[in-house]
């Protein structure tokens, strides 16, 4: 089992930054990728972004340029800081993490989630 605890979440004005922190434990050596999800109430899981143990990174393209995936496998722990912030960026972001070495951008493809860290952009 993988445990994941996502932090960082918060109010920021449209423009704003925020960073985002994934803390893993448990089996970590399992597990081949790991990723952001969003989600607005009503909405399906929206993919962010995903990294691998090779540090391949593959973004949406709404998040191109302005979120950039980062991992400290010392500290075992993924960050997300994200720029210029905007109204439609509000949700709640999900740490994951896949067992898979062909997990790409379907929630279906993670094995392992956090509990979720909410982010919300005023406009």
């Known amino acids: 089992q993988v445990q994941l605890v996502e932090s960082g979440g918060g109010l920021v004005q449209a423009g704003g930054s925020l960073r985002l922190s994934c803390a893993a434990s448990g089996r970590t050596s399992s597990t081949y990728a790991m990723g952001w999800f969003r989600q607005d109430p009503g909405k399906e899981r929206e993919f962010v972004v995903t990294?691998?143990?090779?540090?391949?990174?593959y973004y949406a393209d709404s998040v191109k340029g302005r979120f950039t995936i980062s991992s400290d496998n010392a500290k075992n722990t993924l960050y997300l800081p994200m720029n210029s912030l905007n109204p439609e960026d509000s949700a709640v972001y999900y740490c994951?993490?896949?067992?898979?070495?062909?997990?790409?951008?379907?929630?279906?493809?993670?094995?392992?989630w956090g509990q979720g860290t909410h982010v919300t952009v005023s406009s």
């Open positions: 994951a993490a896949s067992e898979s070495p062909f997990s790409g951008t379907f929630p279906r493809e993670y094995n392992y």
């Open positions: 990294i691998n143990w090779s540090e391949n990174t």
